[in-house]
């Protein structure tokens, strides 16, 4: 059966509009907005697909994360159309119409996050929810890819330099609601590898070791997709020397947190219909 997903969106939008909601009803509704988003999301990596098969595997560089030609991890992520991005960001307007009937939590980076899947994350960011002078370079316990919805993103990889004087420690830290730093920790010097910039239907991946940092415009709304590893539950981050660890510790998010970050994520998306 062929299924429309512009239809889908509409009996969804029309079917939830000025109605309230049961809370079992939420939770189907839910299901339905994530399944729409991942058709689009699977759609894009479709055609970004076919239109490299059609390109020629010898006019194409293998993926910079896995090393494979064939490789779907969207990275480098092909020139996205305005149409695709229109149509992978319209179920997330929808579900931030809907925000109230999430839960959302913030995390000292200056996100605010909501779980779509137990594998995948909406992230709106803004700099009002950074906790200050946070430590921001830090690894994953999983590998994930971050697909752009609305506004930009920089992407800083880090690596650590085997000769020279250290310029960071490295911690071990317990990740999640009630992490801590743990024991291990060490002075390292780091380089930066690579810095990058990515908008509106743009993709990148990062292996759970890999260090990096963010850096979003206000109401950036990213969709993360995470692989998870055997320890879910440890990370390593780096701060400069002579400082210690600030924690990003998850935390509930209040209400007027959501409206603030919904707010500007709307009007990010505004940009891309």
Known sequence: ????????????????????????????????????????????????????????????????IHGAQWCTCLNPSPEPTREVVSLVAAPIRLILSMSHNFDWSIQGFGMLRAYLSKERRLHIWHSSGKVDNVSTIHDHPWDFTSYVVAGSITDRVYTMAEIGLPSHHKQRIRCGPGGCALDQRYDVLLELQSERTYGPGESYARKSWELHETLPED??????????????????????????????????????EEDRFVKAALAALEAVR
Do not use: Y
């Not at 079917?15 to 909601?21: D, F, H, N, Q, V």
């Not at 939770?27 to 689009?40: G, K, M, N, W, Y």
């Not at 590893?229 to 990003?248: I, N």
């Open 1 to 64: 059966m062929t299924v429309d997903l512009d239809d889908l969106e509409n009996r969804i939008m029309k079917w939830c509009s000025g109605r309230p909601m049961p809370s079992g009803t939420v939770t189907i509704v839910q299901q339905a907005l994530v399944e729409l988003a991942s058709a689009r999301l699977r759609i894009q990596e479709l055609d970004k697909q076919l239109e490299m098969r059609t390109i020629g595997e010898t006019s194409m560089n293998p993926c910079v």
């Open 219 to 256: 109401g950036t709304v990213t969709l993360v997709t995470r692989q998870f590893k055997e320890d879910t539950e440890h990370a390593w981050v780096c701060f400069p020397l002579g400082t210690e660890w600030v924690s990003a510790e998850p935390r509930k998010a209040t209400g007027a």
